[in-house]
């Protein structure tokens, strides 16, 4: 952050800032004149969409805070005031809670680009684990959340959710009741994800910060998935991607005001607005949508797994459904390692496109079957979908790092961006 | 330790790495001073430990009906069981079950099962207790969240949970009351 090499300002007021602490050089330098490639999509807007969503979550929060109380007598009714009596409360509730759906539909987009782009691969390793953590971060949020209206789908929720925990030999009991804070979900955990849910993003927040400061370190992937090799590569940040981010962030807020004004619990789930009852499970729990595909798999794992024809059982079903759960997300940490092809974007990899649209097939059935009861066709399909996730990851990627015999690249960004018009220009 | 002329570019290495643990040392286990009480501050508290029991008059209860008390937040079922249910308990072949427990260990007095009413699973109240509830494939009890099923001396039959429902310290004070806890 040398300002040896700065180029005043002439503004004097921002001159005289600048030459103490240059924050216009820096903020110039990385969202005005910052090289970012030609050739980006509509999918390259979900960045700055998923950093939108943080930004309203936080404000949007902090004004609820000062209208709930974390109490189990009190948090129910408390959120109905808000609902009904305090000033734009019921606006800035649906806001939260919708905008809840609405960062992890950006977040997803923009992992699912991340995939199918490579952006993951070599030299961008450490920016793709931080997206990870920043998403597990976000999950343990979007849960304590959810748990803070202390209705029936929150007490349960926690219940179940909690108890995973209880799945791991020796320490499971001890960590279930270091979380509960009791012996059951109640007061002391109602209290502590409070003050968990408040802490949560300003983490979130730290880790984009790295995220972002990585990327700007290696510079943005691209549709190609090829190098930016010289200057013809590139656009200045500003104003060609402030324009096109604010114009896809105008059509996603759209939707996004669609379902806060006119049908604000679609997403939401009724049970919800029964107040918690420790006496009575409701027929049937569902997390939140955006938990639905890990739920089917934690579901998935209907056995118990050891040898065959004898007792000894090494993992209990209850256990492996739970390391199935987690390993599904943890399985993205090494993701960078376990797809080495040296080509990055699927538009030239014909056999990765395939699985990897096939994955979000799964993924999608996945989600579906997690909203259904653990009954019939419905265990075998997330049993299916769950299969194909792992051997997508853990069979299919390795595979086709050394079988699969890529398209031809193209020499470099520019020349394809100008080779793409020209026959644009013929089919015209 | 005197350092001669050749490692006079190295002095006292013994010394230094010495100083080096020790005082690692000493802030490794001052940090974990520090944090143990911040972490045990969310362990359940005094109050929460203060082990709650609770008292049932089970005289208005008929066979083939239960009921539901609170203790320590969870819910606790008592079933006043048939002598049906009792024989079909005691029925079943012990080697064959995920949590080998003959029927006899867990009752006090074969007409009176005591559990808690949590599944084993991920800790859903199983459902059972009502006349009209859902009783699983073995006469007990039936976890609507996962697909458990309990038998008639709430063991686990099918289904995810791996063990069975728990039975919870108790006493008969006189023959119509139980004392939880």
Known sequence: ?428 | MSSDSSSGDKPDQTKREFLYLTAGAMGAVATGAVVWPMVDTMNPAADTLAMATTEVDVSKLEPGHSVTVMWRGKPVFIKHRTAEEIAEAKAVNVADLRDKQTDEERVQKPEWLVVVGVCTHLGCVPLGQKETDAKGEFDGWFCPCHGSHYDSSARIRKGPAPKNLAVPPYKFTNDTTILIG
């Open chain 1, 1 to 428: 952050m040398a300002s040896g090499n700065r180029t005043p300002f002439k503004n004097p007021v921002v001159e005289w800032v600048d030459s103490r602490l240059p924050l216009f050089t820096l903020m110039n330098k990385e969202y005005g004149v910052f090289p970012t490639p030609k050739n980006f999509n509509y999918f390259w807007n979900f960045g700055a969409i998923a950093m939108f969503m943080l930004v309203t979550m936080i404000v949007t929060g902090i004004v609820l805070a000062m209208n709930y109380a974390a109490h189990t007598a009190h948090a129910f009714d408390s959120v109905e005031r808000i609902m009904r009596d305090v000033n734009f409360g019921w606006l800035i509730r649906y806001i939260h809670m919708n905008g809840a759906s609405f960062f992890f539909i950006a977040v997803y987009i923009h992992i699912f680009r991340g995939m199918y782009y490579g952006s993951y691969k070599q030299p961008r390793e450490l920016l793709w684990m931080l997206g990870v953590l920043i998403f597990l971060l976000m999950m343990a949020t979007a849960f304590m959340g959810y748990v803070l209206p202390w209705g029936q789908m929150s007490y349960w929720g926690a219940t179940v959710i909690t108890n995973l925990f209880s799945a791991f030999p020796v320490v499971g009991e001890s960590i279930v009741q270091l979380l509960w804070g009791g012996f059951s979900v109640d007061n002391p955990t109602l209290n502590r994800f409070f003050a968990l849910h408040y802490l949560l993003p300003f983490v979130i927040v730290g880790v984009v910060f790295l995220h972002v400061w990585a990327l700007h370190v290696t510079g943005s992937n691209n549709p190609l998935g090829i190098d930016v090799k010289g200057p013809q590569d590139t656009l200045p940040f500003h104003p060609y991607y402030t324009m096109k981010d604010t114009f896809g962030l105008v059509v996603f807020i759209a939707i996004y005001a669609l379902f806060i004004f006119f049908m604000p619990n679609q997403l939401g789930h009724p049970d919800n607005y029964t107040p918690a009852n420790p006496l009575v499970t409701p027929p049937h729990i569902v997390p939140e949508w955006y938990f639905l595909p890990y739920y089917a798999m934690l579901r998935a794992i209907t056995f118990d797994i050891g040898i065959p024809f004898t007792d000894i059982v090494f993992i209990p079903a209850k256990l492996g459904g739970v390391l199935t759960m987690f390993g599904s997300i943890l399985l993205w940490f090494v993701l960078p390692w376990l797809d080495t092809h040296p080509v990055r974007s699927a538009r030239f990899r014909p056999q990765f496109r395939i699985a990897l649209w096939v994955l979000v097939a799964a993924f999608i059935l996945l989600g579906v079957v997690g909203g259904k009861p653990p009954e019939g066709i419905w265990v075998i399909l997330g049993q299916i979908g769950t299969l194909y996730y792992f051997a997508f990851f853990l069979v299919i990627l390795p595979l086709l790092s050394r079988k699969e015999k890529a398209l031809p690249l193209p020499p470099s960004i520019h020349e394809a961006v100008l080779q793409q018009k020209k026959s644009v220009g013929v089919q015209a």
